[in-house]
């Protein structure tokens, strides 16, 4: 069974900083990976997509990477701002299965002025 | 409206009665799914539909859950004698083909007394 961890489940940073969110999963055998962005109260917004054969997207600040074979993907944010803060959920479709997503539980990300 | 959107926005309902929640796709995707999410966790895959037929319904959780897409566009999922455990947030997502980006709605917040 796929699951899928992010860590941490929380970080506050400071405006400006650059940081790192960390995604991984137990089967790699998985089609490709989504990043999503969730406000409080609100649906997910998709964020970056990543085919199991690219190892990386650009979308602006974000910049998504994926590493199949170790099981592990990064969302990097660049120069963060109080906007960024959110719950960002990282989820994965596995090849051979259904076209369903498999999500984290997501880091809660606050970015303080 | 190029989004997906979802009716109604809350849902309070009594125990045991039934509900109905509504899923609007975008325009031309022909993949739609159904997830739900509890406090502080992930989304949790429900049902998927390829066209009018589900093509895995392994995630709904009783026989109390059912959903349609009769003409492959929008699709109603129906939850028959609700129990204060399905009270949790519904988000309804669509892709343009299986295995390509999903975008999500708002969801809809179900509260069962």
């Known amino acids: 069974k796929q699951e899928v961890t992010q860590i941490p489940a929380a970080l506050s940073v400071p405006e400006g900083e650059n940081l790192v969110l960390n995604c991984s999963f137990t089967?790699?055998?998985?089609?490709?990976l989504q990043w999503f962005r969730q406000d409080p109260g609100k649906g997910l917004t998709s964020l970056l997509l990543?085919?199991?054969?690219?190892r990386e997207q650009t979308s602006g600040r974000l910049n998504a990477s994926l590493d199949k074979s170790s099981g592990r993907s990064t969302l990097y944010i660049a120069a963060s701002q109080p906007g960024d803060s959110a719950t960002y959920l990282c989820?994965?479709?596995?090849?051979?299965?259904?076209?369903?997503?498999?999500f984290g539980k997501g880091t809660k990300l606050t970015v303080n002025p | 409206g190029a989004g997906v959107s979802q009716t109604p926005s809350n849902k309070v309902t009594e125990k045991g009665k039934y509900v109905e929640l509504r899923c609007d796709p975008i325009?031309?995707?022909?993949?739609l799914y159904w997830y739900r999410q509890s406090l502080g966790q992930g989304p949790e895959f429900l049902i998927y539909?390829?066209?009018?037929?589900?093509?895995?319904d392994s995630g709904l959780p009783n026989d109390r859950f059912f959903a349609v897409r009769p003409e492959g566009s929008v699709s109603t999922l129906k939850i028959q004698r609700t129990e204060r455990g399905d009270s949790a947030v519904y988000l309804c997502?669509?892709?343009?083909?299986?295995?390509?980006?999903?975008?999500f709605g708002p969801g809809t917040r179900l509260l069962v007394l």
């Open positions: 997502a669509s892709s343009l083909n299986a295995v390509s980006a999903q975008y």
């Open positions: 990543i085919q199991s054969s690219q």
């Open positions: 989820a994965v479709i596995l090849q051979g299965g259904s076209e369903k997503l498999v």
């Open positions: 089967d790699s055998a998985i089609y490709n």
């Open positions: 539909f390829q066209g009018t037929g589900a093509a895995d």
């Open positions: 325009s031309g995707h022909t993949a």
